[in-house]
């Protein structure tokens, strides 16, 4: 089970940290992803990271902008979000796939658990 919190309403130029925390489960061997869906638009990779090895990888769009992370002790993946833009605008979902390499997919069909969504808006 994924439980994402931390979405708001923020200034562009902002920051947010997004987190979720996986139950139920030893996420070793997991890799983590987030993604984003604004209205109209399908939903789009952001970041995602591979649990055991540390691997990240990053849309181009938010590169240098935001930093996946986690917690092990807490079971707990963080999106930090800085110098937000009004495109970032968005409904952000974690998402949890079973891997057994280093890699962590970059589409939403690879990813087999998903958390409910936090909405994160930014205006200009």
């Known amino acids: 089970q994924l439980q994402a919190s931390g979405g708001g309403l923020v200034q562009a130029g902002d920051s947010l940290r997004l987190s979720c925390v996986a139950s139920g489960g030893t996420f070793s061997y997991y890799a983590m992803g987030w993604f984003r869906q604004a209205p109209g638009k399908e939903r789009a990779f952001v970041t995602a990271i591979n649990w055991s090895s540390g691997n990240t990888y990053y849309a181009d769009s938010v590169k240098g902008r935001f930093t996946i992370s986690v917690d092990n002790a807490k079971n707990t993946v963080y999106l930090q979000m800085n110098s937000l833009k009004p495109e970032d605008t968005a409904v952000y979902y974690c998402?949890?796939?079973?891997?057994?390499?280093?890699?962590?997919?970059?589409?939403?069909?690879?990813?087999?658990?998903w958390g409910q969504g936090t909405l994160v808006t930014v205006s200009s």
């Open positions: 998402a949890a796939d079973l891997v057994y390499n280093d890699y962590a997919p970059k589409t939403p069909r690879e990813y087999d658990y």
